[in-house]
């Protein structure tokens, strides 16, 4: 397994929040969004903004 170095930030950053207590999934997911934080791209289809059900 390889670390993303331009993932890794916003998905450790999101943790975090989350661990606050203060954020939702959904407040994360838009948030992370508008980070531009993307889930992974595979062969069958392109790199997409997190959504809700990237962030569970």
């Not at 207590?21 to 903004?49: Q, V």
């Amino acid at each position: 397994m390889e670390v993303d170095p331009q993932r890794a930030p916003l998905i450790t950053e999101a943790f975090c929040l989350y661990a606050t207590g203060e954020y939702t999934i959904e407040a994360l997911a838009e948030l992370m969004h508008s980070c531009g934080l993307m889930n992974r791209s595979r062969s069958d289809y392109d790199s997409m903004p997190v959504t809700i059900n990237g962030m569970t």
